[in-house]
């Protein structure tokens, strides 16, 4: 009501009505006051809880006091003070009392206690305790450590990342030679920490066991408190990956990590500290000068899209590839490029470290040029080693790329010289049907427009609006100098789309893992379910393409089941390359040059091409590739064409639509191979322009 009404109000009512509703509001305004003050302590804490509770005690037990002193209690006020204190706390002197107002007084006394000494006290620890042990479970504890690994945020990226940290004795070797640490011990920072988390890396095959060594800290990385909660400052390592399931926000993904690093760095020029070193992964290549001018520090960058695009796009090119990937680029047991320096063996050749490592492959240098450091590949066996160098091997163990034995290159038949490459002039143009639209898609284009000996003819089917795709295209500043690209809006689930498609004119049928999705869960059921309808069409056609899936999910990969896929899985890819490039940032620099446009790439050939056909010993193979100038990685065979099965190591599937086909590398020289027309050798041809 308005001032005036209420005057109105009271003028019409009688005196004593006026004189009663002012003495119940100035009643109601005390209760209100004393209300807000008890509130205002309770929300306090514990603490300040305990201290209300003390002083209602503390009230009781007086007015109990007075009640029984002031009618003819047997001893002094004090006496009666602890006659009522007693009656309060323990209520098994209850009837010990003579006289009716004693018991009465008595009576009251016990029942208060139940209700606040027994029942308010009880209350309050157990909700400061219960408080307590979800802070704990929380992780709002700063850790105390030094020389750990840091991971920035849970994604899809974080349990491939720890498998490939902790899946492997070789990796664990290499973090503790790289940070003279003699434990790993790994902290995630994240937003929200859940006991699903710690239930997940309990129960993985492959973290379970060293799910101690894992510490969970709740925690924003925007937030500088959680950056100290995490110990960054005091890490060896700092990891930053990305969220698929969030790229879809308002915010940047590259903006936070940008964010991220500014903090990172602004907190250790206030501590005086060194700041730590840190990958960090990027959506998007065109920020990567922004993130570099954000951090002081030692940085690597991995920008997703572009190396990604880059997989992909050789994948495209060379059918088969996704095996390759499957065994050097995961943390299973298998072939893996590791790095050496060269300090001790400056002088020798590549042929002379060659025949001292029989079981590993010698694939190259990194040296010092004028550009800075580069990987460079597939050079002459009699290349020179310097003492700056490092050595790149192709293999299983860290033990096996330390030479063994004097000099021993007269042991070595035949030398690898010059590479000289050769493309078949039929292969320069490539028909790919590409289904779905990711924000990855401008940069894939833009990596296929690298290729300037190669013609890209590209039907693109999606459910994005043409002048959206057109849009961002050109935003990214995409040029299709040598890609015809032709837009389908169509939704490739839907009856009749496919069939508009003459499926047997393309060379690469590709599902691209969209982010148009609400999860990455309903981006590989589309990729999955789109397959199955795409196998029924190929079925009964004599002719059929490459098939090829991006996944966000590992888990997902059972459901591929019929034969002619290749699956590349992008968390798994990203997570190993960013634990590759942490344990040994050089690698970058040959990942760079193995999947780039220009210098060597990895091929599938026929042995048809080299003259080889028959019972032939890889020896033998392996001089009959470097004759022409190309480096034997492995083969792709059946299983039963070796003759010691078991001496080849790890194997994965080729993809070919033969499940008794399988890629081996890195075979030893001493195997005897039963080679059939349909085999192929996965080779590194082609020579770094150095």
């Known amino acids: 009501m308005y001032p005036v009404q209420l005057l109105d109000r009271y003028y019409s009512l009688p005196v004593s009505l006026v004189f009663t509703e002012s003495v119940i509001l100035i009643k109601l305004a005390l209760v209100d006051r004393i209300k807000f003050l008890i509130e205002r302590q309770f929300v306090k804490g514990a603490g300040f809880q305990l201290l209300v509770v003390a002083v209602g005690i503390g009230l009781i037990t007086l007015f109990g006091g007075l009640a029984v002193a002031l ?28 006289g009716g107002w004693k018991r009465l007084v008595s009576t009251l006394l016990t029942i208060s206690g139940y209700v606040v000494f027994l029942g308010a006290l009880v209350a309050i620890m157990t909700q400061w305790l219960i408080a307590r042990m979800r802070d704990f479970e929380r992780g709002l504890t700063p850790v105390s450590m030094k020389d750990h690994v840091v991971i920035v945020g849970w994604s899809n990226r974080t349990i491939p990342l720890l498998r490939e940290l902790f899946g492997s004795d070789r990796s664990k070797k290499q973090y503790q030679n790289a940070f003279e640490s003699r434990r790993l011990r790994v902290v995630v920072l994240s937003e929200g920490v859940t006991a699903a988390q710690a239930q997940a890396l309990r129960t993985d095959s492959t973290i379970g066991k060293h799910a101690r060594d894992i510490i969970l800290r709740d925690g924003s990385p925007l937030e500088d408190e959680a950056i100290h909660r995490a110990g960054c400052l005091n890490a060896a390592l700092v990891i930053m990956p990305t969220d698929f399931t969030r790229i879809n926000r308002r915010i940047s993904l590259d903006v936070e990590m940008i964010r991220s690093l500014l903090s990172i760095d602004s907190r250790a020029v206030q501590s005086g500290t060194r700041p730590p070193l840190i990958i960090a992964e990027l959506q998007d290549v065109r920020r990567a000068d922004m993130a570099r001018n954000a951090y002081n520090g030692s940085l690597e960058l991995l920008p997703s899209d572009d190396t990604f695009s880059r997989l992909l796009t050789q994948n495209i090119l060379h059918p088969g590839l996704s095996s390759f990937y499957r065994e050097v680029l995961t943390a299973e047991d298998g072939n893996e490029v590791m790095l050496r320096s060269a300090k001790d063996l400056a002088g020798a050749s590549l042929r002379d470290i060659a025949v001292r490592c029989p079981k590993a492959l010698v694939l190259g240098l990194i040296r010092d040029s004028r550009e800075g450091r580069s990987a460079q590949l597939n050079l002459s066996s009699d290349t020179r080693i310097l003492a700056s160098d490092a050595i790149i091997f192709l293999a299983r163990e860290l033990a096996d790329i330390e030479p063994a034995g004097a000099n021993a290159s007269a042991t070595l038949k035949s030398s690898r010289h010059a590479a000289t490459r050769s493309l078949k002039e039929g292969k320069r143009r490539y028909r790919i049907l590409l289904l779905g639209w990711s924000r990855r898609l401008p940069n894939l284009l833009s990596e296929m427009a690298a290729y300037s000996d190669r013609r890209f003819d590209i039907d693109l089917v999606s459910t994005a609006k043409i002048s959206e795709r057109n849009a961002a295209l050109q935003d990214y500043g995409v040029t299709l100098k040598n890609i015809e690209l032709r837009h389908h809006e169509a939704d490739y689930l839907l009856d009749g789309t496919m069939e508009r498609f003459d499926l047997t004119s393309y060379q690469t049928i590709f599902f691209l893992s969209s982010d148009l999705m609400a999860s990455e869960e309903e981006a590989d059921a589309r990729a999955i379910v789109g397959h199955r309808l795409v196998e029924g069409l190929l079925s009964n056609l004599p002719k059929r393409p490459q098939v090829l899936l991006e996944l966000s999910d590992a888990a997902n990969e059972g459901l591929v089941r019929l034969p002619g896929a290749e699956i590349v899985i992008s968390p ?54 470097a004759e022409r100038g190309d480096l034997l990685l492995g083969l792709e065979c059946g299983q039963d064409s070796f003759s010691n099965p078991s001496t080849h190591g790890h194997s994965a599937g080729s993809g070919e639509g033969n499940h008794a086909r399988e890629l081996k590398l890195n075979v030893a020289r001493s195997e005897t191979v039963k080679l059939g027309q349909s085999d192929r050798l996965c080779i590194l041809t082609g020579q770094t322009n150095v």
């Open 572 to 625: 798994l890819v990203i997570s190993h390359l960013l634990a590759r490039i942490a344990l040994q940032p050089e690698t970058r620099l040959v990942f760079d040059e193995l999947f780039g446009p220009d210098g060597v790439e990895v091929e599938f050939r026929s042995v048809s091409d080299y003259g080889l056909s028959g019972d032939l010993s890889m020896e033998h193979i392996e001089t009959a590739v």
């Open 71 to 98: 009618t003819g209690f047997d001893g002094n006020l004090l006496e009666a003070l602890w006659w009522a204190f007693l009656r309060l706390t323990d209520p098994g002197y209850l009837g010990d009392d003579d």
